[in-house]
């Protein structure tokens, strides 16, 4: 045993609990003004230094990675993550590791806990899903030489100290865009696009895909605009903006749907046709959930089990006893395919 | 520090690593002969015993329990387990516990898991779900003194020494008796149950609350016979099943179908109509899946976050400073509620 303070010396010095000095240190708001400033006496007189400081000295590993629980939306898109969850547990566990779930409403939130999972619980390592620009979970991290992958490419420009991090992604423009190739081979020309509204950075990743490949195809940039429509992402949402992307002259109307998830794929489904074997129009999904399945919508399909495999893998070269340098090759961008069924009818 | 042995000192005077101790007490099969030997000489030697002993004279505990995540099957029925897990970690968080995942090929396997965690991590306790005759895993939890709650009642008949352990359920013949009720409200009364084969203890359970509620309406048990079929649980399979009970007389054929599974409910409901808007018989599912939401299917609802909450506060009865001891009122049998949509139709 070496003297090296740790959160239990501080702890038992200040009469608190362990939790009372992870809140001083992670989340002081919820400590009382007196309590707060007697453990932070005690950190200062000691030397305490949390979290990163602490890890480097630690010779044992947990081997437990920590990953954030997504809240359950409306079950269809929520199974991506659940999968990626399932294929994550599995294939760390063959290499040694175990998976710690937390939940917690907002990015502060998370970083709140990574702190108290720190502390109290010697994680090793954290795996981010949902990035989005201005992400400051991957900062804090970072700062405290915490080792973490994300699932979800940074959104952000690369910093100016060139520092980048360990992601794995799934590249949704190539989704989109062998979704719009699929359907011009059936003979479509008039492909909408039924999304989320702009400023989704996934969102707009997977609308890219569309509007280069039917620009491609020669449509042009004022007809476009006509076909692309950003609604909140619901079933319900979907059949509105399918009805009114339909309520036209039939020559000028979409003949074929592309859209940002299956949530919105099935309310256009709803919207168009009165069931898989009475088609109208083209819908193609995303994300290939079992409600696609079940209802026969193509989709496109992320390769979840190899997503995870990937990001698990560059957790274990940053845990390794002789962690690898950051290159690029610690970023990952896999490519989506497509689950063709039945509501990929041809153009009439 | 005492000089109780522990794990980590048998690792260090046999000269391996931890997990190999664990290895030799949980998986000898995957410990090399004369390792395994040197470790059980050891292990002997200072006197070290395993699990529970080494658990109740331990004064922290580590406030983590541990849930085996179930395969993904079709995607439909496992939403069902990932929703009891968002449940089980969001409250556990609030209760100041952290649920950590494994994975298991089977009871075997998830007791060997056990032993590695309890060993390699302290955990706490343990939540099981999809309890089954001859279960294997409640009784080593049970002969190692450690706490956990079971999601599915028991289904072997009461111990002979009248030890019972903790377990919260879902009343699945309630909710397949509240189905037919349903059913004959809208006039039904040829109702068919479309099930697994006998022997699953859910499944039986689920096919009891329909013959009783049928029988209980007048119909004849001979004629009920033709009514109860039992087949794998997939979408083909519950098409399959629906034609086979559709093909016969039109006025001995049934009306109204009720499910053990929304899997098959959906392959009932692609057999009977063209889709939700264009009826021809009734079809309740089991579960309230997305997809049921999503394609207007009449689904029996567990009450999945109360069940969370409730197995929680089993697990924390136990492991409280002055654990309670067992009663009776530490199993509990939640009711399902009947989620109506459009596949509730009436008798023709």
Redesign the interface.
């Given at each position: 045993?070496d003297a090296r303070p740790t959160l239990q010396s501080v702890a038992e010095r200040a009469a608190v609990s362990r939790?009372t000095v992870s809140n001083v240190l992670n989340a002081p708001h919820l400590v009382r003004p007196e309590t707060l400033e007697r453990v932070r006496q005690v950190i200062e007189e000691v030397g305490y230094r949390p979290h990163s400081a602490a890890r480097q000295m630690r010779t044992r590993r947990?081997?437990?990675i920590g990953l954030r629980?997504q809240?359950?939306v409306?079950?269809?898109n929520?199974?991506v993550l659940?999968?990626f969850?399932?294929a994550l547990?599995?294939h760390a566990?063959v290499r040694?590791y175990?998976?710690?779930?937390?939940?917690a409403p907002d990015d502060e939130g998370e970083i709140a806990q990574y702190g108290e999972?720190l502390d109290?619980?010697e994680l090793d390592a954290f795996v981010l899903t949902s990035t989005h620009h201005g992400d400051p979970r991957t900062r804090w991290l970072a700062d405290h030489e915490v080792p973490f992958v994300t699932f979800g490419r940074p959104w952000d420009p690369p910093a100016t100290d060139g520092r980048s991090h360990a992601w794995v992604d799934v590249d949704g423009a190539t989704g989109t865009r062998a979704a719009v190739e699929h359907l011009q081979e059936l003979g479509h020309r008039r492909i909408a696009f039924v999304g989320w509204p702009e400023g989704s950075d996934t969102g707009d990743d997977r609308r890219r895909g569309w509007r280069r490949a039917v620009l491609a195809s020669g449509v042009a940039a004022h007809e476009l605009a006509a076909w692309d429509v950003g609604v909140p992402d619901s079933?319900a949402d979907g059949a509105d903006a399918a009805a009114t992307l339909l309520d036209g002259p039939e020559d000028a109307a979409p003949t074929a749907f592309v859209c940002a998830s299956d949530s919105l794929a099935?309310g256009v489904l709803a919207a168009t046709r009165?069931?898989a074997?009475?088609p109208s129009v083209a819908v193609v999904g995303f994300d290939d959930?079992?409600?696609a399945?079940?209802?026969g919508l193509t989709s496109v399909a992320q390769p979840l089990t190899e997503a995870a495999v990937r990001a698990l893998q560059l957790l274990l070269d940053q845990l390794g006893p002789s962690p690898r340098p950051a290159t690029d090759d610690h970023h990952v961008l896999l490519s989506p395919s497509l689950a063709v069924r039945a509501s990929s009818v041809p153009a009439p």
């Open positions: 045993m939790q947990s081997r437990v629980l809240p359950t409306d079950g269809i929520g199974a659940d999968q969850l399932h547990t599995e566990q040694g175990r998976v710690m779930l937390f939940t999972l109290t619980l079933v099935l009165r069931d074997a009475d959930t079992p409600v399945r079940a209802v």
